[in-house]
C-alpha cells in the first residue's frame, strides 16, 4: 500500500522556521520524483518545491526560491521541506506528492504574530 505522511506543520512567527517531513512507504522511494505542493481556502493548490529522483536536482516556487530548501533521504524514504524566512503568505496546508500521482493527507502551518 501506498502511503505518503506529513508532519512537522504548526503555528510559528514571521520570519522563523519549520521543518516539514514527508514518510513515504509501500514502493521505491529512490525511483520517484517527490513534490511540495500548498493550498489555501478558496485557492488551487501550488507547487512549492520538486526533487528529482536520481540527480537530487530541485526545483522552487519563485515565491520561496532562496527560503525554502527540499531534500530526501532514499535510506529513510522520506523527503523534507525546510523553510526559512516564514511570513503570512506563507500560511497553508502543505501536501507531499510522489510524482504526480499519489498525495498524502497534508499537514497545517500557521505564519502569525
Known amino acids: 500500500q501506498v502511503q505518503l505522511v506529513e508532519s512537522g506543520g504548526g503555528l510559528v512567527q514571521p520570519g522563523g522556521s519549520l521543518t516539514l517531513s514527508c514518510v513515504a512507504s509501500?514502493?521505491?522511494?529512490?525511483?520517484?520524483?517527490m513534490r511540495w505542493y500548498r493550498q489555501v481556502p478558496g485557492k488551487e493548490r501550488e507547487l512549492v518545491a520538486a526533487?528529482?529522483?536520481?540527480?537530487?536536482?530541485?526545483r522552487y516556487a519563485e515565491s520561496v526560491k532562496g527560503r525554502f530548501t527540499i531534500s530526501r533521504d532514499n535510506d529513510k524514504n522520506t523527503v523534507y521541506l525546510q523553510m526559512n524566512n516564514l511570513n503570512p503568505e506563507d500560511t497553508a496546508v502543505y501536501y507531499c506528492?510522489?510524482?504526480?500521482?499519489?498525495w498524502g493527507q497534508g499537514t497545517q502551518v500557521t505564519v502569525s504574530s
Open positions: 506528492r510522489r510524482g504526480y500521482d499519489v
Open positions: 509501500g514502493f521505491p522511494f529512490s525511483t520517484y520524483a
Open positions: 526533487v528529482h529522483s536520481s540527480n537530487s536536482s530541485t
